[in-house]
């Protein structure tokens, strides 16, 4: 299997989206702003696209779903949580349910429901790779001050994630702060300060302390 990076942006915001692909069968993750970048991607490489996932909510990371479900025709994944949360709507979109897997020809896809950054916040599996969205960052974690945010539950998430996943696991988050994506939960357990955490207060203390760099403060 095969992870692609496509470095998207809007203005001042810098989005990271993926294709993930196989035996030419391709999942897209959070696909935003540059439309025909992706499109060209899935042509040039005769890529026929099997499902869009989609992290959380937010602007930034679901900007180009339905424009791309509705041309290829494929399922659009959100957690039920999330959906019912912030009202979301897409052509095509699909309830996932935390750990009950989603499967394709050539791909399992397990939903991990990791809240904190937004209520129904979901983290993908595919294999080896997991697609974080703004729940974890190479260098840190999700700002947690929006609505349906809360840094109790994305404490939670972590300490899942550490138990749940394999120390060889792939990282892929949608933005970058400097670093390259793909580390594995090995590299983030010693690199990452909200990994080190063992009290939830503490975690909670760190994630809203006050005069933090902005969320958009990319470099
Ligand atoms: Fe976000």
């Given at each position: 299997?095969?992870v692609?990076i496509?470095k998207?942006?809007?203005?001042?915001?810098?989005?990271l989206?993926?294709?993930?692909?196989?035996?030419?069968?391709?999942?897209?993750?959070?696909?935003?702003?540059?439309?025909?970048?992706?499109?060209?991607?899935?042509?040039?490489?005769?890529?026929?696209?099997?499902?869009?996932?989609?992290?959380?909510?937010?602007?930034?990371?679901?900007?180009?779903?339905?424009?791309?479900?509705?041309?290829?025709?494929?399922?659009?994944?959100?957690?039920?949580?999330?959906?019912?949360?912030?009202?979301?709507?897409?052509?095509?979109?699909?309830?996932?349910?935390?750990?009950?897997?989603?499967?394709?020809?050539?791909?399992?896809?397990?939903?991990?429901?990791?809240?904190?950054?937004?209520?129904?916040?979901?983290?993908?599996?595919?294999?080896?790779?997991?697609?974080?969205?703004?729940?974890?960052f190479t260098e840190?974690?999700?700002?947690?001050?929006?609505?349906?945010?809360?840094?109790?539950?994305?404490?939670?998430?972590?300490?899942?994630?550490?138990?749940?996943?394999?120390?060889?696991?792939f990282f892929w988050p949608?933005h970058s702060f400097g670093q390259l994506p793909g580390k594995t939960?090995?590299f983030?357990?010693?690199?990452?300060?909200?990994?080190?955490?063992?009290?939830?207060?503490?975690?909670?203390?760190?994630?809203?302390?006050?005069?933090?760099?902005?969320?958009?403060?990319?470099s």
């Open positions: 299997m095969k692609h496509f998207v942006s809007s203005f001042f915001i810098k989005n989206c993926y294709v993930v692909f196989k035996n030419n069968k391709a999942v897209l993750v959070d696909p935003a702003w540059n439309f025909s970048l992706i499109n060209q991607f899935l042509i040039d490489n005769q890529l026929s696209l099997v499902a869009i996932v989609l992290t959380h909510a937010h602007f930034d990371h679901t900007h180009l779903a339905k424009k791309i479900s509705k041309r290829y025709d494929v399922p659009v994944l959100m957690s039920g949580a999330e959906i019912d949360f912030y009202k979301f709507n897409c052509v095509n979109l699909e309830r996932v349910e935390h750990l009950r897997d989603i499967s394709f020809t050539d791909f399992t896809i397990t939903p991990l429901l990791t809240p904190g950054h937004t209520f129904g916040s979901t983290c993908y599996l595919i294999e080896e790779h997991l697609f974080t969205g703004d729940t974890i840190g974690v999700g700002m947690c001050n929006g609505k349906g945010s809360s840094a109790e539950n994305l404490f939670d998430s972590v300490q899942f994630l550490k138990s749940y996943l394999s120390p060889a696991t949608g939960l090995e983030l357990l010693k690199n990452n300060i909200y990994f080190q955490f063992v009290k939830r207060d503490q975690f909670v203390q760190f994630r809203m302390r006050k005069n933090q760099s902005g969320p958009f403060n990319f």
